[in-house]
């Protein structure tokens, strides 16, 4: 069949919108018809060059919603008609990453994933004979799309595909962090920083599970009105406090009386990376870093840090078990328990994705969402 699909042609340049050739599911996989789609600093991040397995052409998306249109053999889970969230962190039950239970990590088609391909090691896509990637297993810059059953979560009929979308990623991510990571404890202190698209669902989460103080860090001073309705307690500019002759650890330090319990890094910067951890407390402070950084970054510190009780951890899809809990992150919605709707900012047709790539670098958006 043919789909309409923005490609990625070449690090650093805008997507381009193709109609390109899409084979139908085979094994184990399923045609899944892309509803929306947010876009994420991921997908940037990839695209500008810095990911070390970014790979082109390719068709990027990794935070989509949709209907199941046709399912391969061997597929038992789905069927025709089904609403789904593809999952760039699968849930198989079978590896030994998932059935340590210790991990979301499922690792049964990383390898294959992380090429571009399918698990049988073919793209899906191509045009005019010559194969396009997929991304992340999901792809869904693309109004069709096959993902294997195994990155699938069914959910409910009735979520409106525009809004939960960002579930395949930033809310996951964010809410996740907090709740399946972290697993922090009401009455704790936790700084935040970046109040992006998966700060602010951090914030949410930190919110939700009663959090005393929740202090958000951005450079960008419009981030603080939409963190303050998120649930943050207190707002630090580093530039601000750098001015005053500050330093943005020693801020969290005092306000927390002796350091954070828990920091949660969401901009991939390396520098703050430290910070981030330098700033919890002393003897059971722990970090987590959600943010990616760029390809050969490094992080460091004064082991001491470590030594004197802090942790450095990360997190990955809000260590959520996609095919597990992200229908149950689709009811918290539908039940109104979190908020969605505020934080998609700004939505556009396929053919203008490009500039829902500008929105996010220029900060104007906290989530663009594409309609199919
Ligand atoms: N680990 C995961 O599973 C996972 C999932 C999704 C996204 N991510 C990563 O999380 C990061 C954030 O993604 P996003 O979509 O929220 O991005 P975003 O662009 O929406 O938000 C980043 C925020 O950080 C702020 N910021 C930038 N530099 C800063 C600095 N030095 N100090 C303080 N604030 C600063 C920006 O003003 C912005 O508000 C990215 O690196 C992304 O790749 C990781
Ligand atoms: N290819 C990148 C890895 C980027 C990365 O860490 N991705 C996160 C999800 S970001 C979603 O917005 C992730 O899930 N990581 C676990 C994994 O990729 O297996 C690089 O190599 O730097
Ligand atoms: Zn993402
Ligand atoms: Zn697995």
Known sequence: MKTKAAVAWKAGQPLTIETVDLQGPKLGEVLVEIKASGICHTDYYTLSGADPEGIFPAILGHEGAGIVVDVGPGVT?????????????????????????????C???????????????TSRFSLNGEPILHYM??????????????????????APFDKVCY????VTTGIGAVIFTAKVEAGANAV??????????????????????????????????????????????????????????????????????????????????????????KGWGRSIIIGVAEAGAEISTR???????????????????????????????????????????HTMPLEDINKGFDLMKSGESIRGVVLF
């Open 77 to 105: 889970t789905l069927k025709k008609g089904d609403h789904v969230i593809p999952l760039y962190t699968p849930e198989c039950r079978g590896c030994k990453f998932c059935l340590s239970r210790k991990t979301n990590l």
């Open 107 to 121: 690792q049964l088609i990383r390898g294959t994933q992380g090429k571009g391909l399918m698990p049988d090691a």
């Open 137 to 158: 297993g999901t792809s869904t810059f693309s109004n069709f799309t096959v993902v294997p059953e195994i990155a699938l979560a069914k959910i409910r009929s009735d």
């Open 167 to 170: 579930i395949g990623c930033g």
């Open 192 to 281: 935040v920083f970046g109040l992006g698209g998966i700060g602010l669902n951090v914030i949410q989460g930190l919110k939700m599970v009663g959090a005393d103080k929740i202090i958000g860090v951005d450079l960008n001073p419009a981030r603080e009105k939409m963190a303050r309705e998120f649930g943050m307690t207190h707002f630090l500019n580093p530039k601000d406090i750098e001015a005053a002759g500050g330093n943005i650890v020693d801020a969290i330090v005092q306000l927390t009386d002796g350091g954070a319990d828990y920091s949660f890094e969401c901009i991939g910067n390396t520098r703050v990376m430290r910070q981030a951890l330098e700033c919890t407390h």
């Open 303 to 345: 082991p001491f840090q470590l030594v004197t009780g802090r942790k450095w951890e990360g997190s990955a899809f809000g260590g959520a078990r996609g095919r597990t809990d992200v229908p149950k992150i689709v009811d918290w919605y539908m039940e109104g328990k979190i908020n969605i709707d505020k934080l998609i900012t």
